[in-house]
C-alpha cells in the first residue's frame, strides 16, 4: 500500500489548469520535506517542485511561474497548482515525500533519492 496518494489529475486542452492534491495514508506519517515529480513515456522521472517543513519551495524551470506548490492546513498534505498547461506537461505525476530524517538534507530537493516514500502517481494530459 503506498502511503502517500495523488489525486486531481485528468484531461485538459493547453491553456488550462489543473489543481494536484496529495494525502498521507498514514495517521503517523512524518515528513520534512514533499514534493512532486513527473514522468513521460520513455523519459526519465523528474522533480517539478518541492517544500520543506519551513515553508522554501523549489521549481523546475519549466514549472517556475505557472506552477504553485503548497502545503494545507493538515500536516502532511501537499498540493500542486497547474496553470497555463501546455502539451509538454503531459506526464504521469508522482508525488514524493522524504521520511523525516535528517540524512535526507544531503539529498537536492529535485533527486529522486531524497524521498522514501511515493504515491502511485496521477495522470495529466493535455491537448492541443
Known amino acids: 500500500q503506498a502511503p502517500l496518494v495523488e489525486s486531481g489529475g485528468g484531461s485538459v486542452q493547453a491553456g488550462g489548469s489543473l489543481r494536484l492534491s496529495c494525502q498521507a495514508s498514514g495517521s503517523t506519517f512524518v515528513s520534512n520535506y514533499m514534493a512532486w515529480f513527473r514522468q513521460a513515456p520513455g523519459k526519465e522521472r523528474d522533480g517539478v517542485a518541492s517544500?520543506?517543513?519551513?515553508?522554501?519551495?523549489w521549481y523546475s524551470a519549466s514549472a517556475k511561474g505557472r506552477f504553485t506548490i503548497s502545503k494545507g492546513d493538515a500536516e502532511n498534505t501537499v498540493f500542486l497548482q497547474m496553470n497555463n498547461l501546455n502539451p509538454e506537461d503531459t506526464a504521469m505525476y508522482y508525488c514524493a515525500a522524504d521520511d523525516g530524517r535528517s540524512s535526507s538534507d544531503y539529498y537536492d530537493d529535485n533527486d529522486p533519492e531524497k524521498y522514501s516514500y511515493w504515491g502511485q502517481g496521477t495522470q495529466v494530459t493535455v491537448s492541443s
Open positions: 517544500i520543506d517543513e519551513n515553508g522554501f519551495t
